[in-house]
């Protein structure tokens, strides 16, 4: 088995989930909270960004008829069984960026 650098761990699992976790703790509706309720224009913004990160990482995105943010990138065995994973991006009117 291939190892990894420690470093490189480091910056993907650490630096880079919390850089983008604080990018998208400033995409807010209101300018002194973090308020990003359903389908508001600030969930709009979120799901664009989140949707620009998925197309870079080389998943196909789509938005689903409830307004949810959907990414898949293949395996490299064809024909195998996805694994599906989420999250929400909405959030609870001012209750922080780790809602």
């Not at 490189?8 to 976790?21: K, P, S």
């Not at 960004?49 to 943010?69: C, I, K, P, T």
Request: proline residues 3%.
């Amino acid at each position: 088995a291939e190892s990894v650098d420690d470093d490189l761990l480091d910056e993907i699992l650490n630096v880079e989930c919390n850089w983008r976790l604080q990018s998208l703790g400033k995409v807010s509706d209101d300018p002194n909270a973090l308020v990003r309720t359903f389908l508001s224009p600030a969930h709009r913004r979120s799901a664009a960004v989140l949707r620009a990160w998925m197309e870079d990482a080389g998943l196909r995105v789509w938005m689903d008829q409830l307004g949810n943010v959907r990414g898949r990138i293949e395996g490299s065995m064809p024909g195998t069984r996805a694994i599906v994973m989420g999250s929400h991006f909405d959030t609870v009117v001012d209750a922080g960026k780790w809602d």
